[in-house]
């Protein structure tokens, strides 16, 4: 076995109150988000989103999200996916944001819906051409037969589409999560780090502290 149990560190770059946090979590989201970009990292919008199959199973990947307002977060992938077929299952996500050099994460958890196809459209064509064809050349989570077959479906829709716009595909485009419970937290020391939730209610947001 690999011991790692020695590795330690203290975490001692901030607190979070939650009495002076934000009271609406996209606010204190932005705050933080903003907070982290500033810190110049090499993929700012990086966060794992979590979808759940049919049996139980927990799947996370990465996905860059390209979105948010107060209705949720905004991210683009192909919808016949695995993670495109849980949501169709269930409606559910969560998303997990990881900012070490600040010491914090957030958690959202949420329900799961396409966007608009016009918005789906906009962003699409906002995307480099080679981005565009590769949406088309791509049956995302489905085997394929090697790398030339698909380098070949490649060369063959930038030869169908030549110079001329590239359509977006049915399969693909946005969803929007809209979150029902957010969490940030902020790693303090001893292990005593800061826990602040915020859960969804008829009235609004309620916010509490959580042990950590
Ligand atoms: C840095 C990074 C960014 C990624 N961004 C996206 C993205 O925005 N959309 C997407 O569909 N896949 C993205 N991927 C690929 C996904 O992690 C994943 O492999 C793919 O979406 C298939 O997931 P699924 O089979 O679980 O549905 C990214 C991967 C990495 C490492």
Request: overall charge negative; some cysteine; charged content about 25%.
């Amino acid at each position: 076995m690999v011991n790692l149990g020695d590795i330690r560190r203290q975490y001692t770059q901030g607190r979070l109150d939650e009495k002076t946090c934000a009271d609406d979590p996209m606010t204190q989201f932005h705050a933080w988000f903003e907070q982290y970009r500033g810190t110049d990292p090499l993929e700012p919008t990086i966060m794992t989103v979590a979808s759940v199959d049919e049996s139980g199973q927990p799947w996370q990947r990465v996905l860059l999200l390209k979105a948010y307002d107060e209705d949720g977060f905004v991210f683009f992938t192909n919808y016949d996916s695995h993670k495109g077929q849980h949501f169709a299952a269930n409606g559910k996500a969560s998303l997990h944001f990881f900012w070490m050099n600040l010491e914090r994460q957030v958690e959202i958890q949420g329900s799961v819906e396409k966007i608009s196809r016009a918005a789906s459209a906009e962003y699409f064509h906002s995307r480099p051409r080679e981005s565009q064809l590769g949406a088309w050349a791509s049956a995302q989570s489905r085997p394929v037969a090697d790398r030339e077959a698909l380098e070949g479906r490649f060369a063959e829709v930038n030869t169908r589409y030549g110079q001329g716009e590239v359509p977006l595909p049915d399969y693909w485009g946005g969803y929007r999560l809209r979150p029902q419970r957010m969490e940030f937290w902020q790693g303090g020391e001893h292990r005593l780090h800061d826990r602040v939730e915020f859960l969804r209610a008829a009235d609004g947001w309620h916010k509490q502290r959580l042990n950590p």
